[in-house]
């Protein structure tokens, strides 16, 4: 199950959005918000980073650990977009969002199908 498959729906979702994340940083740099840019760019592209990282786990442990990681930072991203979403002067937030809450649903159902 390693790499980049178009069936796994995870991996397509989390690269979709990673793409979504560095257009909307690379607005946000444009606008000189840098460091919004950059803790948004690191954590969003980071999900799925780990759930593709998550394909070639060594173990059913790992393969938990690794969406776990990916959840966590699916959190710090949803913190980001919110500060973007309530500060002034930033673009909408809402599509990221979204696409932020699918990737959470499908990145929890696999932890607790793993699980059991």
Not at 22 to 46: F, H, M, N, P, W
Not at 70 to 98: H, N, Q, S, V
């Amino acid at each position: 199950m390693s790499g980049y498959n178009e069936k796994n729906i995870i991996l397509t979702l989390t690269l979709e959005f990673a793409i979504d994340i560095v257009r909307y940083c690379d607005y946000l740099e444009e606008k000189r918000k840098y460091v919004i840019a950059r803790q948004l760019l690191r954590s969003g592209t980071s999900i799925g980073a780990n759930t593709r990282e998550a394909q070639n786990a060594e173990s059913r442990r790992d393969f938990i650990h690794k969406f776990k990681i990916a959840a966590k930072e699916a959190e710090e991203t949803e913190y980001w977009l919110l500060i973007c979403r309530k500060a002034e002067g930033y673009p909408d937030t809402t599509p990221l969002m979204e696409k932020l809450k699918s990737i959470q649903r499908v990145i929890n159902k696999i932890i607790g199908t793993a699980k059991s």
